[in-house]
């Protein structure tokens, strides 16, 4: 089975920067440059929203308007490897994050798979 592993959360102060990067492993008929990967997030009581996506090669992302222009999702398909950048941090980001791989056949989703995600709490 596939296993996405998040890490890089942790605490910062308003302002400041984290990295969260998503391993993902245990490709047995697929790869992880099939995948369209996303970031989401999940704060205490609320709902988990998508933070940022990437196409499978890279060539597209999409944010959430609370994090364009703060936030950069990028991929790194021969590490198995996607990253969230995270700049100027605000304690509205405060949340678990959690990776998403999307395997697609075109534009058919065919299976989901989560990470077990990573908290990031932003607080002074």
């Known amino acids: 089975q596939v296993q996405l592993v998040e890490s890089g959360g942790g605490l910062v102060q308003p302002g400041g920067s984290l990295r969260l990067s998503c391993t993902a492993s245990?490709?047995?008929?697929?790869?992880?440059?099939?995948?369209?990967m996303s970031w989401y997030r999940q704060a205490p009581g609320k709902e988990r929203d998508l933070v940022a996506r990437?196409?499978?090669?890279?060539?597209?992302?999409n944010y959430a308007d609370a994090v364009k222009g703060r936030f950069t999702i990028s991929r790194d398909n021969a590490k198995n490897t996607v990253y969230l950048q995270m700049n100027s941090l605000k304690p509205d980001d405060t949340a678990v994050y959690y990776c998403?791989?999307?395997?697609?056949?075109?534009?058919?989703?065919?299976?989901?798979?989560w990470g077990q995600g990573t908290q990031v709490t932003v607080s002074s």
């Open positions: 245990g490709f047995t008929f697929s790869t992880f440059s099939n995948y369209v």
């Open positions: 990437i196409t499978s090669d890279g060539g597209s992302t």
């Open positions: 998403n791989a999307d395997r697609r056949f075109g534009s058919i989703s065919l299976k989901n798979h």
